[in-house]
């Protein structure tokens, strides 16, 4: 099943009770992929899961995303009754991303992110768009299909694909990525980019 911003909202609201219900604290997630960009109206589409970064944690300097190893008991249990109630899959809220935070994100991400309340336990903060950007062409060079199409309609200047591009390739210093990501910008029409890293 897939849902929309409209349904990503009703679903995560809905978290947001189950979470009260059983008496939970409030909880602060950081959020990216395909829910955040239809979140933030970034782009238009609908998603199959919403991909959670980490915890977040605020400091004086901003945002600092903690990496969880799995989600927290009462959020996986909260989360399962709201699969149970829409009928989702078991892993509508996942950790896939997670590991990125130990790879390390652009910097400045933490003060990038944009909050957005659920009721009174539950905060999301999605990734920008300039982070998305980050992220999405990471993606489109090792797994293609929608990343690609993420990354065009995000609309990326030259200046922050250059960014982008410097920051996977702190990523994955192979040689090997290095062609690959160098081909993936030639061939969506972003040469001089390639020309430029």
């Not at 768009?129 to 199409?149: E, G, P």
Request: hydrophobic content about 45%; overall charge neutral.
């Amino acid at each position: 099943m897939r849902f929309d911003s409209a349904r990503l909202r009703e679903l995560l609201t809905a978290l947001d009770r189950q979470i009260a219900l059983a008496g939970g604290s409030e909880v602060d997630l950081v959020v990216c992929g395909g829910s955040a960009l239809a979140a933030l109206g970034l782009v238009r589409r609908t998603t199959r899961d919403v991909d959670v970064l980490g915890l977040a944690r605020t400091t004086p300097g901003g945002i600092v995303v903690e990496r969880l190893e799995r989600l927290p008991e009462l959020l996986a249990s909260s989360a399962l009754k709201v699969a149970r109630d829409f009928n989702l899959p078991a892993d509508w809220l996942n950790l896939g991303p997670a590991l990125q935070v130990n790879m390390g994100l652009p910097d400045g991400f933490g003060s990038r992110v944009a909050p957005k309340h659920y009721g009174s336990h539950l905060t999301v903060y999605y990734a920008s768009r300039y982070d998305q950007i980050h992220l999405k062409l990471y993606a489109a060079v090792d797994q293609d299909s929608y990343h690609v199409q993420d990354l065009a309609l995000l609309k990326p200047t030259r200046a922050e694909l250059v960014a982008a591009a410097r920051w996977t390739l702190a990523q994955d210093v192979s040689g090997a990525f290095r062609k690959s990501l160098k081909d993936f910008l030639r061939t969506n029409g972003h040469a001089d980019v390639a020309e430029a890293i």
